[in-house]
């Protein structure tokens, strides 16, 4: 199950919607959940990932094409996913790199907060 934790611009109906996805949600990702894959939607509204009410809710939000990145620390330990909207239709650039980084920066957060000291 993902809970959505960080985000920036979206519909109080996505955010109702997105608050948790487990795999059975078709969206992109509960399918970069179950694959442990990057999944990469250049149109919302004719991609086989979305379904019914899922692409209402993206389309609804001005979401028309989506990258979805699971994040994974060194031990291959999923951390959560990035997710980048965008309000036109077409690919983007691969953000892989920038969800390397992500991952590499959240592995290394977990880590810190795992063997810090509580505070007095």
Known sequence: MLHLARHLGFTPAFLD???????????????????????????????????????AVMLASGSRAVQTY???????????????????????????????AAATALASLDTVVKHASPIP
């Open 17 to 55: 919607y997105f608050a948790a996805v487990d795999a059975d949600v078709p969206s992109a990702c509960a399918l970069a959940l179950t694959t442990g894959r990057q999944v990469l939607v250049d149109e919302v509204a004719s991609s086989p990932v979305f379904d019914g009410q899922t692409r």
């Open 70 to 100: 699971p994040l994974f620390d060194d031990h291959g330990g999923l951390l959560g996913m990035l997710s980048m909207h965008y309000h036109r239709p077409g690919l983007r650039e691969d953000h892989e790199p920038l969800a390397k």
